[in-house]
């Protein structure tokens, strides 16, 4: 039975949206395609353990999704063709089109597709191709879970009502689509850095796919400096992996992090995308980030964080993409800088019922608060961020902070 579920659960999460590509390639009803393959799923649990696994797992799964959908087709009096394998995306595709070196990658491209709706692209290539829930896509764009599960099913009935062609784009057409793309493979790149250490995560292993999701973005589209700046930009995070918890297992801040413990080769690769880049002479959203990044791995060769670096870059991120995590970002940086009334304007200037639920805002407001001497009102500020963190080493870590009044942002 254990090596049963392991295998499904290999599966599930390697393949998954690999499998829905195919199961989905010329009914484009992705949500049956799902529902198939969760058939398949909840059916190798119970046939596995006393049959045996077998030798293709992926193969058994397809098969067994196939017949779901073709019993599905009869039962509704709906005549359907057999669903094709891989080769119906190539074959869609025109003959001097770019080269595809992964399933999941053509299919990121297709969701990107400007017949849907731009706001759910990003959510639909994250529930599709990368298996995340409702629930932690929600998470990633600040929308309650239900509201992102019907805007999901919408966007694929949408697919399946209007018969949208999953043709590959040509490369005019991958370059409009990219940061969509791009957006979807740093939101799962965030939800596996966010579950990285909990076991039971669905969300666990989706750093290493996102990075190497980036790699094959930044070698396909060479002259895409984007892709080479979000690349950077995992990188430059996952050099710092190993540092993020001490021995104990305790949640340490970016700047009381062990910088022996970063990884070296990682920071190289990061810094000369970044620098290649540049060259570019394009400013992007990613680009920046990563720039944010390399401004902090300088901290060991210069002994102090560069904070008028950092505000620069920020400011530039906010003029550009005023997002909600960019301006309290830049509210964090202020804090540091010892400028605490301006980092409390640029939090209170904010949407205040979008960051509610925000938790890397209350932290911050704790320590603008705390920096300004209102203690009370930075320690009620700590508690709703305990309150909002998920992972138990962070939120001991804050806790200890709300015990000590010495607010700090983690990072």
Partial sequence: MDLARRTAERVARDSYGRLVAILSARTRDIASAEDALAEALLSALRTWPDRGVPANPDGWLLTAARNTMKNAARHDGVTRAALPDLLALRENASEDGPAFPDERLKL?????????????????????????????????????????????????????????????????????????????????????????????????????????LGRLIASLMPGQPEAAGLLALMLYCEARRDARRDASGAFVPLDRQDASLWRRDLIIEAEGLLTAASRFGQFGRYQCLAAIQSVHVQRPLTGRTHHDALLTLYRMLVERYPAIGARVGLAAVLVEAGRGREALRELDDLDQASVEDYQPYWVTRARALHAVCETGASRAALATAIDLTQDEPTRAFIRSLLNHSAPYAPG
Avoid: N
Avoid at 153 to 178: H, Q, T, Y
């Fill in 108 to 212: 990121l491209f297709v969701c990107a597709h400007p017949a849907i709706d731009e706001g759910v692209r990003t959510p639909l290539m994250l529930q599709t191709i990368l298996g995340l829930d409702a629930a932690l896509i929600g998470a990633a764009f600040l929308v309650p879970p239900a509201t992102m599960g019907q805007r999901l099913v919408r966007a694929k009935a949408k697919i399946r009502d209007a018969g949208l062609r999953f043709a590959l784009p040509s490369l005019d057409e991958m370059s409009d689509r990219l940061a969509e793309v791009l957006d979807a493979v740093y939101a799962a790149y965030g939800a596996g850095w966010d579950a990285h250490d909990q076991p039971a995560s669905s969300a666990r292993g989706l750093t290493d796919e996102a990075i190497y």
